[in-house]
T-cell receptor, first 114, second 113 residues
Framework: GESVGLHLPTLSVQEGDNSIINCAYS??????FIWYKQESGKGPQFIID?????DKRQGQRVTVLLNKTVKHLSLQIAATQPGDSAVYFC?????????????FGQGTILTVHP | DTEVTQTPKHLVMGMTNKKSLKCEQH?????MYWYKQKAKKPPELMFV???????INESVPSRFSPECPNSSLLNLHLHALQPEDSALYLC????????????FGPGTRLTVL
């Protein structure tokens, strides 16, 4: 299940289950969004992106959904594997700033149990 | 070569020391970034370089001094740091003009004693 509190939200799933990680973004002018995966001791790794003119985008085992009405982003991971265990960050960008300043969400810890 | 490399991987320094963090990429990216990440927190932008010129300084204290000697290298010079500066320092790069940052380095874990 998922829990939110003073610490990072956590999501625990069994191997093979589908995972859904949620993110609320803050700026209604943001027009580009990225999901990153960060494993322990490593830098963030780009997973998938989506522009605000899209509602859904699919990659390999991952799908990102965007609901601009409620400023909500989700990352779905199909057939979750132990190697998917990591912290997942969403990030929003207003592309009018060409230097691509990212505003990160607080992150969600995903733990996949074999 | 589609990666950003950073050295050293770990660094321990005293408050009176001077040290430097190094970052390198060979993807032809003309935007390079320094981020700071505290434990259990998202990365925070510190500096942005575009075409080897500093374009953004996110109100970072002067004890952090960035330098971009050429289009492939980015340095962060450290002097008179405080224990609260202990963090993971991430370098990143991207194509200028494209939204987002695609490539982060593995980071330097800095401990200030």
């Amino acid at each position: 299940g998922e829990s939110v509190g003073l610490h990072l939200p956590t999501l625990s799933v069994q191997e093979g289950d589908n995972s859904i990680i949620n993110c609320a973004y803050s700026n209604s002018a943001s027009d580009y969004f990225i999901w990153y995966k960060q494993e322990s001791g490593k830098g963030p790794q780009f997973i998938i992106d989506i522009r605000s003119n899209m509602d859904k985008r699919q990659g390999q085992r991952v799908t990102v959904l965007l609901n601009k009405t409620v400023k909500h982003l989700s990352l779905q991971i199909a057939a979750t594997q132990p190697g998917d265990s990591a912290v997942y960050f969403c990030a929003e960008i207003f592309s009018g700033t060409s230097y691509g300043k990212l505003t990160f969400g607080q992150g969600t810890i995903l733990t996949v149990h074999p | 070569d589609t990666e950003v490399t950073q050295t050293p991987k770990h660094l321990v320094m005293g408050m009176t020391n001077k040290k430097s963090l190094k970052c390198e990429q060979h993807m032809g990216h003309r935007a390079m970034y320094w981020y700071k990440q505290k434990a259990k927190k998202p990365p925070e932008l510190m500096f942005v370089y575009s075409y080897e010129k500093l374009s953004i300084n996110e109100s970072v204290p002067s004890r952090f001094s960035p330098e971009c000697p050429n289009s492939s290298l980015l340095n962060l010079h450290l002097h008179a740091l405080q224990p609260e500066d202990s963090a993971l320092y991430l370098c990143a790069s991207s194509q200028w003009g494209l939204a987002g940052v695609r490539f982060f380095g593995p980071g330097t874990r800095l401990t200030v004693l």
